[in-house]
Nanobody, 122 residues
Framework: QVQLEESGGGLVQAGGSLRLSCVASGRTFSSYSMGWFRQAPGKEREFVAAITWSAGITNYANAVKGRFTISRDNAKNTVYLQMNSLEPEDTAIYYC???????????????WGQGTQVTVSS
C-alpha cells in the first residue's frame, strides 16, 4: 500500500510558475514509476509527465514539453512537477499516481493522490 499526497496548487497569472509536490508514504518500489495527470471539468483525465524512481527516466505530454519539469527526491520520497509559462489551458486538478511500468495511460496507475487544484488566470 502506498499513500500519495499532493500539494502546491493555487491561483497564478498566465505566464507564472508553480511547483507541485507529491509525497509518497507506505509501500514504494524502486522499480515503479510516478506520474502526474490532470483533469479539467468536462474533460478526460490526461497524462502530463512521468518519471522512474530508480534511473529518473522522464516522459512528457506534448502539451507541456519544454514548460514543465518532473523530478524526484528519493531520500524524501517526493516527486515534483515544476510548471513554468503557465497558460489558462493548464487549469485543472492535478493528480499524482504510481504505476508498475512507464505509461501515459491512466489505467496503468494503481495508486492515486487526492489531487490539487491549479488555476491559471488570463
Amino acid at each position: 500500500q502506498v499513500q500519495l499526497e499532493e500539494s502546491g496548487g493555487g491561483l497564478v497569472q498566465a505566464g507564472g510558475s508553480l511547483r507541485l509536490s507529491c509525497v509518497a508514504s507506505g509501500r514504494t518500489f524502486s522499480s515503479y514509476s510516478m506520474g502526474w495527470f490532470r483533469q479539467a471539468p468536462g474533460k478526460e483525465r490526461e497524462f502530463v509527465a512521468a518519471i522512474t524512481w530508480s534511473a529518473g527516466i522522464t516522459n512528457y505530454a506534448n502539451a507541456v514539453k519544454g514548460r514543465f519539469t518532473i523530478s524526484r527526491d528519493n531520500a524524501k520520497n517526493t516527486v515534483y512537477l515544476q510548471m513554468n509559462s503557465l497558460e489558462p489551458e493548464d487549469t485543472a486538478i492535478y493528480y499524482c499516481a504510481q504505476s508498475e511500468v512507464m505509461s501515459q495511460g491512466p489505467l496503468a496507475y494503481n495508486y492515486w493522490g487526492q489531487g490539487t487544484q491549479v488555476t491559471v488566470s488570463s
